[in-house]
T-cell receptor
Framework: QKEVEQDPGPLSVPEGAIVSLNCTYSNSAFQYFMWYRQYSRKGPELLMYTYSSGNKEDGRFTAQVDKSSKYISLFIRDSQPSDSATYLC????????????FGTGTLLAVQP | DGGITQSPKYLFRKEGQNVTLSCEQNLNHDAMYWYRQDPGQGLRLIYYSQIVNDFQKGDIAEGYSVSREKKESFPLTVTSAQKNPTAFYLCASISRQGVNNEQFFGPGTRLTVL
């Protein structure tokens, strides 16, 4: 079993839709959680960073962490064609090395 | 502009050749990381370095080597011992360990073995 599971998609939605992206994990030691956006043939770009359980909002993006269920989500409101990309979840345990474990990524296509 | 640069953007290698991928950052970050990205497998950690002149193996270090002679630079050599080197290689850095966990990535190098 992988430490982090992420539905690879592809996920196709119409412009303006609410998008829900999810990851599950098995290691309860993970303390901080991130979402990255990666456009084709580019490096990942950090979108959201959350520490422990709860919600965090930044513009059209909301990140949720439910540590009791080992489940994290990224919601995108009023989705735009420019949101079309691969979304990677990542999580870490903290400590000296700051090693991250990544999900496989979900490919999102927002249709105009 | 502060950031992480990787070069070249595309690299072609013949069987049996060693090649070196460059990663430079002007963010004054302490730690640097190398990842490999393959379709359907996410990012896998190759090597990381927390300070100058020190580095540790990640999950898939076999066939790779690194050096960290300067804080700004963390080159990765893909040796002929790496059996399946065709992949997208990403370099990342982080400002202070244990305080700020956010890793920032470079634009990547796509390596293809001919």
């Amino acid at each position: 079993q992988k430490e982090v599971e992420q539905d690879p998609g592809p996920l196709s939605v119409p412009e303006g839709a609410i998008v829900s992206l999810n990851c599950t994990y098995s290691n309860s030691a993970f303390q901080y959680f991130m979402w990255y956006r990666q456009y084709s043939r580019k490096g990942p770009e950090l979108l959201m960073y959350t520490y422990s359980s709860g919600n965090k909002e930044d513009g059209r993006f909301t990140a949720q962490v439910d540590k009791s269920s080992k489940y994290i989500s990224l919601f995108i409101r009023d989705s735009q064609p420019s949101d079309s990309a691969t979304y990677l979840c990542a999580m870490g345990k903290g400590g000296a090395t700051n090693k991250l474990i990544f999900g496989t990524g979900t490919l999102l296509a927002v249709q105009p | 502009d502060g950031g992480i640069t990787q070069s070249p953007k595309y690299l072609f290698r013949k069987e049996g050749q060693n090649v070196t991928l460059s990663c430079e950052q002007n963010l004054n970050h302490d730690a640097m990381y190398w990842y490999r990205q393959d379709p359907g497998q996410g990012l896998r950690l190759i090597y990381y370095s927390q300070i100058v002149n020190d580095f540790q193996k990640g999950d898939i270090a076999e066939g790779y080597s690194v050096s960290r002679e300067k804080k700004e630079s963390f080159p990765l050599t893909v040796t002929s011992a790496q059996k399946n080197p065709t992949a997208f290689y990403l370099c990342a850095s982080i400002s202070r360990q244990g305080v700020n966990n956010e890793q920032f990535f470079g634009p990547g190098t796509r390596l293809t073995v001919l």
